[in-house]
């Protein structure tokens, strides 16, 4: 049972240009949340995806967007890119198990390296 | 808000010793407690988590952690390290805001 996986693995972009990560969740689960993991910090909340709408947010400008599909995949689109934007970029996925669904264990894929000059 | 504190950047244990890593919250409402472990150039792997219930919770690896709700705590521990276990740690909770809120990480390095 394959867990979760990310693409591209490593990205290297130049500042103003824009990207997109893809996320495959684990099987059966239903549910995406993104997090940027800059160098010696923690993972940063972007956003969740649920049935596919944004279902919470955190403090992340709208450069960054995303989208998930009716197989439950998702992506993560950033505009305009910064250098500050350089980081990890982690996807994680869970299945939702009934309001209010804090407690759902959520399954971080490897990563996807982003590097902006 | 919600958030929460490791105050130890570098935790060091030698092989066979108990180790502790240590993790205090804030958060609204009852708290969704969780613990990561990190590798080298790699996702985040699930330890355990908290949820409601008994205050002793064990996970994978053999390691545990205790909730202390007086003291807003959420401790991470294992009666006996392993080399293997050197890694960086990442306590998190999930509060009324629904979303995961990290740590700033622990690196635990075990000595031979």
């Known amino acids: 049972d394959a867990g979760v996986t990310q693409s591209p693995t490593h990205l290297i972009k130049t500042r103003g240009q824009q990207v997109t990560l893809r996320c495959s969740p684990k099987?059966?689960?239903?549910?995406v949340s993104w997090y940027q993991q800059a160098l010696g910090q923690g993972p940063q909340f972007i956003f969740q995806?649920?049935?596919?709408?944004?279902?919470q947010r955190g403090n992340f400008p709208d450069r960054f967007s995303g989208h998930q599909f009716p197989n439950y995949s998702s992506e993560l689109n950033v505009n305009a890119l910064l250098l500050g934007d350089s980081a990890l970029y982690l996807c994680?996925?869970?299945?939702?198990?009934?309001?209010?669904?804090?407690?759902?264990?959520?399954?971080f894929g490897p990563g996807t390296r982003l590097t902006v000059l | 808000a919600q958030s929460v504190a490791q105050p130890e950047d570098q935790v060091n244990v030698a092989e066979g010793n108990p180790l502790t890593v240590k993790c205090t919250y804030s958060?609204?409402?009852?708290?969704?407690l969780f613990w990561y472990v990190q590798y080298p150039n790699r996702g985040l792997q699930f330890l355990l988590k908290?949820?409601?219930?008994?205050?002793l919770v064990k996970g994978s690896y053999g390691f545990e952690a205790e909730f202390n709700k007086s003291q807003t705590s959420f401790h991470l521990k294992k009666p006996s390290a392993l080399v293997s276990d050197s890694a960086l740690y990442f306590c998190?909770?999930?509060?009324?805001?629904?979303?995961?809120?990290f740590g700033s990480g622990t690196q635990l390095t075990v000595l031979p």
């Open positions: 995806y649920y049935e596919e709408e944004e279902r």
């Open positions: 958060v609204s409402g009852n708290p969704y």
């Open positions: 099987s059966g689960h239903d549910t």
């Open positions: 994680a996925s869970s299945l939702t198990s009934g309001a209010p669904g804090r407690g759902d264990t959520q399954y």
């Open positions: 908290y949820i409601t219930g008994d205050n």
């Open positions: 998190a909770v999930v509060g009324s805001a629904r979303q995961l809120t």
